[in-house]
């Protein structure tokens, strides 16, 4: 079936340390998100991306839609150890139906 | 309000019971889903309601049984689980169904539900 190829699957980094990780596809999608998600906790939206080539910041976080469609990326600058948590992108296709990465693992180590 | 809110936050149960999980959102949103997810996977779809009808059930065995009372009250119903069964469920809500506008399809979660099928 339909996957994103999300890495890397994991990050240790040091606090204030620049993380970034990216999702890739096969297929073109219409819209791409990126989700974090904590312990105990549902996914959360960072940032929505409705435009080829659309780069968007949210405080610390920026992200990007791939101009071909079929790719994004998430930076998280100055990391801090809230940022801690799972990171997911997930492409929307104009069917409505959500496909999501494996998800990047990140950890801040203060 | 902007939340999606799931009830119980924790639920333990033996195959032979019967229980269910509750979603509610007062997002004014049309389209409610249903996802599991187990522990560091990404969340997999299970059923979309659109405007309170099922459009979408991903082959979901039948001991799973959504129901959509309204358009702001989300329910799975369980029956005779498996073990296997036991993960984190997640209810979201998006302002319109599936075929909808890029922007009015932006999935908001709930918590989840913690399931424990002994």
């Known amino acids: 079936g339909q996957q994103l190829n999300q890495s890397p699957q994991s990050m240790f980094i040091q606090e204030g340390e620049d993380v970034s990780m990216n999702c890739t596809s096969s297929?073109?999608?219409?819209?791409w998100l990126w989700y974090k998600q904590e312990p105990g906790e549902g996914p959360v939206l960072l940032i929505a991306?409705?435009?080829?080539?659309e780069l968007t910041s949210n405080g610390r976080l920026t992200a990007q839609f791939g101009i071909t469609r079929k790719d994004s990326f998430l930076n998280i600058s100055a990391s801090i150890p809230s940022d801690v948590g799972i990171y997911f992108c997930?492409?929307?296709?104009?069917?409505?139906?959500?496909?999501f990465g494996q998800g990047t693992t990140l950890q801040v180590k203060p | 309000d902007t939340e999606v809110t799931q009830t119980p936050k924790h639920l333990v149960m033996g195959m032979t019971n019967k229980k269910s999980l509750k979603c509610e959102q007062h997002?004014?949103?049309?389209?409610m889903y249903w996802y599991k997810q187990k522990a560091k996977k990404p969340p997999e779809l299970m059923f979309v309601?659109?405007?309170?009808?099922?459009?979408i059930n991903e082959s979901v065995p039948s001991r799973f049984s959504p129901e959509c009372p309204n358009s702001s009250l989300l329910n799975l119903h369980l029956h005779a689980l498996q073990p296997e069964d036991s993960a984190l469920y997640l209810c979201?809500?998006?302002?319109?169904?599936?075929?909808?506008?890029?922007?009015?399809?932006?999935?908001?979660f709930g918590a989840g539900s913690r399931l424990t099928v002994l």
């Open positions: 979201a809500s998006s302002q319109a169904g599936t075929g909808g506008l890029s922007g009015a399809n932006v999935l908001t």
């Open positions: 297929s073109i999608f219409n819209t």
């Open positions: 991306l409705y435009k080829a080539g």
């Open positions: 997930a492409g929307l296709r104009n069917t409505g139906k959500l496909i």
């Open positions: 997002m004014g949103h049309r389209a």
């Open positions: 309601y659109s405007y309170e009808k099922l459009s």
